[in-house]
């Protein structure tokens, strides 16, 4: 019904830069709000960024303000995650959502959900 697959991960050292992608591939769904969590080993899923349809509604987790930077392209159904002045404890699993509708920064508010891309900032 609706696939969801990031590429982009990959090892940086601290102050790095990185560029998540997530292809999205549905026939059925409208997808209105993208959204992009992380989860960091023995840590709970955290809201990173989320953007809505026509990209004029932004939100950033305080932690990733001024940061990171989340884009969409509705032509080629891919929203981005430029990650820019990374840290050590951003090192975590990101991962792609998607939604239909609008919600929030809570992990169960959205309906897809890609496969995950490790992210690891080195000291």
């Known amino acids: 019904q609706v696939q969801l697959v990031e590429s982009g991960g990959g090892l940086v050292q601290t102050g790095g830069s990185l560029r998540l992608s997530c292809a999205v591939s549905?026939?059925?769904?409208?997808?209105?709000?993208m959204g992009w969590f992380r989860q960091a080993p023995g840590k709970e899923q955290e809201f990173v960024a989320a953007?809505?349809?026509?990209?004029?509604?932004?939100d950033y987790a305080d932690s990733v303000k001024g940061r990171f930077t989340i884009s969409r392209d509705n032509a080629m159904n891919t929203v981005f995650l430029q990650m820019n002045s990374l840290k050590p404890e951003d090192t975590a699993v990101y991962y792609c959502?998607?939604?239909?509708?609008?919600?929030?920064?809570?992990?169960?508010?959205?309906?897809?959900w890609g496969q995950g891309t490790q992210v690891t900032v080195s000291s």
């Open positions: 959502a998607a939604d239909s509708g609008f919600p929030g920064r809570y992990f169960y508010e959205y309906a897809y």
């Open positions: 549905t026939r059925t769904v409208n997808i209105h709000t």
């Open positions: 953007i809505s349809e026509t990209g004029g509604n932004l």
